[in-house]
Every structure is written in C-alpha cells, then in structure tokens.
C-alpha cells in the first residue's frame, strides 16, 4: 500500500533526476544518444527513475494535481522497463527536450506544498 508520507520522497526522486538529465544534457547531443549506449541508457535510467517514482505516488496526489498527465508518464516507465528494446534515440531525446523541462515546474511547486 502506498503511504501519503511517501509522496514528498517520491517527489524529491523526480526532481533529483530531472535535474541530473538537464545537468547532463548540456553535456550530449542526440547523436551522442544515438552513437553511445552508455549515454542512451544513463538517460534512459533517468527518465525511469521518474516514471517509478510517479508509479509510487498515492492515488489521492495524483488525482489531486491533474495539471500532470501521470499516466503518459507512468506509461513511459512500463515501456523503458518492459519494452526497453523498443525504446529509440530520438523518442527518449524529445521527452528529454520537451516533456522533462515542462514536469520541473510542476514538481517543484508541488514539493512547496508538501509538508516536511
């Protein structure tokens, strides 16, 4: 069962990784995701990380903060873990660039709303 105190953990998870993926992004290109399978999967661990962690959150948050379509994120999750050999460069470097610095907003205003 997921615990309500869990939530903050959970949400420090995201953040953490988001900010490793725009740290390291500035550091790679796509072609680098494209030539290094060390570069693709470190990326890839990273938006996993996320996609679990939304996956741990309790029902009650997310359904209390519908501005973030937890279930496309949480679906990526499923893919990268089970689906891993469908996953390509250009899909993981378009949530990188588009979706993940859309997320960091959400994530850090729900964080100041989270008790310590």
Same mark, same amino acid.
């Given at each position: ?47 996993? /990380? !996320? ?5 741990? %959150? ?7 903060? $519908? =501005?973030?379509? +937890?279930? /496309? !994120? ?5 893919? %990268? ?7 390509? $460069? =250009?899909?993981? +470097?378009?949530? !990188? ?5 859309? %997320? ?8 100041? =709303?989270?008790?310590?």
């Amino acid at each position: 069962m997921r615990e309500k105190v869990k939530d903050r953990g959970r949400l420090e998870h995201i953040l953490e990784a988001i900010n490793e993926i725009q740290e390291y992004k500035s550091q790679y290109t796509l072609e680098d995701v494209k030539n290094s399978k060390l570069v693709f999967y470190g990326f890839t661990k990273f938006v996993e /990380v !996320i996609g679990e962690a939304v996956y741990m %959150l309790t029902k009650e948050f997310r359904a209390s903060h $519908p =501005e973030v379509d +937890w279930r /496309v !994120i949480e679906k990526m999750r499923h893919v %990268l873990v089970h689906g891993y050999y469908t996953v390509d $460069p =250009e899909s993981l +470097w378009d949530t !990188i660039e588009c979706d993940i610095p859309e %997320l960091k907003p959400w994530i850090e205003k729900y964080l100041q =709303e989270q008790p310590e």
